[in-house]
């Protein structure tokens, strides 16, 4: 029997599991779905117990692929601040709340109000952030305050699985330091800020290291599953410092940083002191390997094309829709596209702002507007590129996530950013990186530097050529965000 991994990423369009052997080969591989909810305007949520049921489903058709193999180990990823609130019971008591969600903006003028923004930019690297957990857990007391009285512990989405999985509550630095909360400078609950708000910090898991060992496959999970009661569940990390970990992305080399375009768009560039931008347009997180990370996110980027699919070209695969986009000019033939399907944050951290598209006429074509889509939410990464280059200049960025599957949307971002862009290998993601933390978890590799040894090597670089049509674009679109302003605020 040869020793394999499994590597799982619970993102917000589903959950993908990955077994990989010890050379980091991947074995055998699976995806399952479940619904996104937006009961209203402006909010996101999705029931954990979907994400159970996908996760085991997942497991399950990943333990049938593997003949001759054996798991040792497996390592937890998934989409960042969302929040999963439980009973004493240990059961859900509502819908998770997820990272683009916008109903926080009264908790995080609360924050805002009580606790200087400086002050907490310099305490967890960023400023109150209506996305991240901590304004959910304040909504949650002011606006459901019987569910508040019931409250036991919060959990992320992934450490939600693990405490599933195994009975032990735990989370670890990169995944907590999208909460609110977490003091950068050691690695840890700051409770400080929580007894100032007046929370009680025994609602949050404590916090161990991302390579550690979170508990115990449970024994009914491992006879549904089909792996080994016992094994060893590793913490694992927040989806952007797992998939940096799968394309050896660490705070030792400073040069690359990456690019995911899953649901969220995603710049991630390494950093190794705990930095913050003074004004807290792009987060800075903590790594996975005990260093840091500025991190810019564009809320709706994978996320606009599933919107647009679904909406107006429901039958036609991403593929062909990539196809069509073939079809129209750098620069969309004029029209434009802003991405705020879901407000936006990074580097405007505006929850009310809205998606629009700008300029159609009756000569534009299905080719023009999906074109249009790729280039806004390309715009938008290029805003948050332009702040986080000033801060901690890369190189080269490594693309991952469902959209960098698309060559021409790989190439419109390599010219928009005016940046190298490495098109992924395999299909590493998330999963794969969840994978090489369970590896030095369990003592396959001594440390993170050696596991990065086993991975797929740099291919298909996409070069970044100039292109003044890209250049008028981006200009227009700075400019419909200021002016569509009062449009928006007066709709509202
Ligand atoms: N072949 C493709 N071409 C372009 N975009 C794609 C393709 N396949 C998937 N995508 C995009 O990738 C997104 C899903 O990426 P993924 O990394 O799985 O996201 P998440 O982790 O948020 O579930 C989809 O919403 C879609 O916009
Ligand atoms: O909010 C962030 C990062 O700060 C998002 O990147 C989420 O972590 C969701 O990731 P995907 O589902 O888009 O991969």
Redesign the pocket.
């Known amino acids: 029997m040869t020793d394999i991994v499994v590597g799982l990423?619970l993102?917000?369009?589903?959950?993908?599991a990955i077994a990989v052997d010890l050379q980091g080969q991947i074995i055998a591989q699976t995806?399952r779905?479940y619904p996104l909810l937006t009961p209203q305007l402006g909010w996101t949520e999705q029931n954990s117990a979907d994400w159970v049921e996908a996760s085991l489903d997942a497991l399950s058709d990943v333990t049938q692929q593997l003949d001759g193999y054996t798991a040792i180990a497996l390592g937890l990823s998934g989409?960042m601040h969302g929040m999963v609130a439980l009973d004493a019971e240990g059961k859900a008591i509502r819908p998770a709340i997820l990272w683009n969600d916008q109903r926080t903006g009264k908790a995080v003028a609360l924050i805002e109000a009580t606790i200087p923004r400086q002050e907490l930019i310099q305490r967890t690297g960023n400023p109150a952030i209506t996305g991240f957990q901590l304004p959910k857990l304040l909504w949650l007391r002011t606006e459901e305050p019987q569910a508040y009285t019931r409250l036991w512990r919060i959990l992320l989405p992934k450490d939600y699985l693990g405490y599933v999985l195994t009975g032990s509550l735990v989370t670890e630095p990169s995944d907590a330091s999208g909460v609110g909360c977490l003091n950068l400078a050691n690695r840890q609950w700051d409770t400080d800020i929580l007894h100032t708000l007046d929370i009680n910090p025994a609602f949050f898991p404590s916090v161990i290291e991302s390579t550690a060992i979170a508990g115990r496959l449970k024994a009914e999970i491992a006879t549904r599953v089909g792996l080994l009661s016992g094994l060893p569940v590793v913490a694992g990390g927040g989806?952007n410092a797992a998939a940096a970990i799968g394309l050896g992305i660490s705070s030792s080399n400073l040069n690359q940083g990456s690019l995911?375009?899953?649901?969220?768009g995603v710049i991630f560039a390494p950093c190794d002191r705990p930095i913050p931008d003074p004004e807290g347009r792009v987060h800075l997180f903590c790594h996975v390997d005990g260093g840091y990370h500025f991190l810019g996110v564009t809320l709706a980027?994978?996320?606009?094309?599933?919107w647009y699919?679904d909406t107006f070209a429901p039958h036609i695969?991403?593929?062909e829709?990539?196809d069509i986009a073939e079809r129209s000019l750098p620069g969309a033939r004029g029209v434009l596209f802003l991405p705020h399907l879901s407000g936006e944050r990074s580097p405007h951290l505006d929850p009310d702002t809205r998606g629009a598209f700008v300029n159609l006429s009756l000569a534009h074509t299905q080719a023009d507007i999906t074109r249009a889509v790729l280039e806004g939410v390309a715009f938008s990464l290029r805003e948050v590129l332009e702040v986080i280059s000033a801060i901690a200049p890369v190189e080269r960025l490594l693309a991952?996530?469902?959209?960098?599957?698309?060559n021409i949307?790989l190439r419109i971002l390599a010219d928009v950013l005016q940046t190298k862009l490495i098109a992924p290998k395999a299909e590493e993601?998330?999963a794969y990186g969840a994978a090489i933390l369970a590896m030095v978890g369990v003592g396959a590799y001594p440390n993170l530097e050696a596991a990065f040894k086993i991975l797929p090597q740099d291919s298909n670089i996409v070069q970044s050529q100039p292109n003044p049509l890209y250049e008028a674009g981006f200009e227009r679109y700075k400019l419909l965000y200021d002016t569509l302003k009062p449009v928006r605020q007066s709709i509202s």
């Open positions: 990423d993102g917000t369009g589903g959950v993908r995806t779905s989409q989806d995911s375009i899953g649901t969220s980027a994978g996320g606009s094309v599933r699919r695969s991403y593929t829709l990539m991952t996530g469902g959209g960098a599957r698309s949307w993601g998330a």
